[in-house]
């Protein structure tokens, strides 16, 4: 579809979007009437900038369901948000909203390269989390055979790979190289294995762990976006130029925005990206703010797709740590420690207050061939890591290095942060 036309497209959806809130939704009918707004005050896609956010705070006041555009008998199904920042939020999905969360579920695969013929192994958790569910009925819906593994079966999981001669594999990517990790320790070469694609998301991941996961367990990474509030997983996806991921924009509009000002940022600048469900009618939102940190991409992909893409997830605005005043996303320190081959990317960044002052330790684990009891060896690494530490985040950081395998390993999203920091 030519730009125009998907311009036309999301002008259309827009309009009847509003139409339904308005009209369903007492939430939104009260921030329209406060901003003097009604309906045909929206016209076309631009006029989108007239209409209120939403925020997470949006969701939790009207807990459980005082953003549903239907009534409860339309919803078939519900998901709650994992609460990694907070109290869970309620999503509610209409039969119509799991048709459009097959469909672009399945395009993204599409664009991994995955077809009927793939067997898919689903390491996301099953349950309230969108991971499983949601990547379980798209990858049915493209026709291919799915395994729905879930979290917590990590043998079995190993076994099912290789008995079954499974060729992809949709988990989180701290899972996949645990699973990696898992499957050295038992023995299982990757030429055991055949495995060509992973379809990896729900928390950042860098560029340098795309190489290791795809050097170590043989296929090639791709990432997958979405959050429970907007749809769950497949709201955005890579194709195999791996430069930026696509976002699913007849169904999901996004913005940048700057997050202090809420001012619309133009394409290329980084800042909050804020999505609005064109096509919802279970749960509709009005740009919802995500609180994600990335930047639209200029230009048409080399693929072909018109969609437009976002670079990586830099972070969260509210996973930022701001140390001594100084913002740092545990991203940066992920980056650093897998430039340097002796650490597995395995990390931990506890934060604290002492006297007053904020302190940062960072938890490294070296890898077993890597680890030595000699003394001077270990600290000239050290004193390495820390310089490098300190060029990049501009703060002098603690730096303990952990033996192989001590730091806690998670099958779900990852924690690689602890704040101890109290303020008063
Ligand atoms: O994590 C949905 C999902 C499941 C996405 C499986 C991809 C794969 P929530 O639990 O609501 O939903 O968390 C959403 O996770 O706002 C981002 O901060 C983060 N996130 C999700 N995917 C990515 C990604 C699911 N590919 C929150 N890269 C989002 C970076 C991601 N961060």
Not at 141 to 155: D, F, I, K, M, Y
Not at 175 to 187: F, H, I, T, V
Not at 336 to 353: N, Q, T
Not at 370 to 384: E, N, Q, T, V
């Amino acid at each position: 579809m030519s730009r125009d036309e998907l311009h036309n497209l999301q002008g259309r959806r827009l309009r009847k979007l509003v139409d339904l809130v308005y009209h369903n939704t007492p939430f939104y009918r009260h921030k329209m009437q406060e901003l003097d707004l009604v309906p045909d005050d929206i016209r076309t896609i631009d006029d989108i900038v007239k209409l209120p956010f939403t925020t997470k705070a949006d969701l939790r006041d009207n807990y459980p369901v005082g953003l549903l555009a239907t009534p409860m008998s339309e919803i078939v199904r519900v998901h709650a948000s994992s609460g990694t920042t907070g109290s869970p939020t309620i999503v509610g999905y209409t039969h119509r909203d799991l048709e459009i969360w097959k469909e672009v579920i399945a395009r993204a695969l599409t664009a991994y390269g995955v077809t009927r013929g793939d067997i898919v192994s689903v390491g996301y958790g099953y349950g309230l989390f969108t991971g499983g569910l949601g990547a379980h009925y798209g990858i049915e819906h493209l026709g291919a055979t799915v395994l729905p593994t879930s979290t917590g079966n990590t043998e079995k999981h190993i076994r099912l790979l290789r008995d079954l001669n499974v060729t992809a594999i949709a988990c989180t990517p701290s899972y996949a190289l645990y699973l990696a990790e898992m499957l050295r320790n038992q023995g299982v070469s990757i030429n055991d294995l055949k495995l060509h694609t992973g379809v990896f998301g729900a928390e950042p991941w860098t560029e340098n762990m795309r190489h290791e996961i795809e050097e170590q367990l043989g296929l090639k990474a791709y990432n997958i976006y979405g959050l429970s509030e907007i749809m769950g997983p497949g709201v955005a996806y890579e194709c195999n130029c791996k430069n930026g991921s696509h976002i699913a924009e007849d169904h999901f509009y996004p913005e940048i925005i700057n997050s202090e000002t809420g001012e619309v940022l133009p394409i290329g600048q980084e800042g909050e990206l804020v999505l609005t469900t064109l096509t919802k009618t279970g749960m509709p939102l009005l740009r919802y703010r995500t609180k994600d940190l990335t930047a639209l991409m200029p230009g048409i992909c080399d693929c072909g797709r018109t969609n437009i893409r976002f670079t990586r997830i830099l972070g969260r605005s509210d996973d930022m740590l701001i140390i001594r005043g100084i913002n740092v996303f545990p991203s940066q320190v992920e980056n650093v420690i897998l430039e340097m081959p002796e650490f597995a990317p395995c990390y931990m960044l506890v934060v604290d207050r002492k006297k007053n002052m904020d302190m940062l330790e960072i938890q490294v684990e070296l890898r077993p061939d890597s680890f030595s009891d000699d003394i001077g060896s270990m600290l000239a690494l050290r004193k390495r890591l820390v310089e490098r530490l300190k060029s990049v985040l501009s703060i002098n950081a603690e730096v303990k290095l952990m033996e192989p395998n001590s730091l806690p390993r998670s099958e779900g999203k990852s924690m690689r942060v602890i704040d101890k920091r109290v303020l008063v």
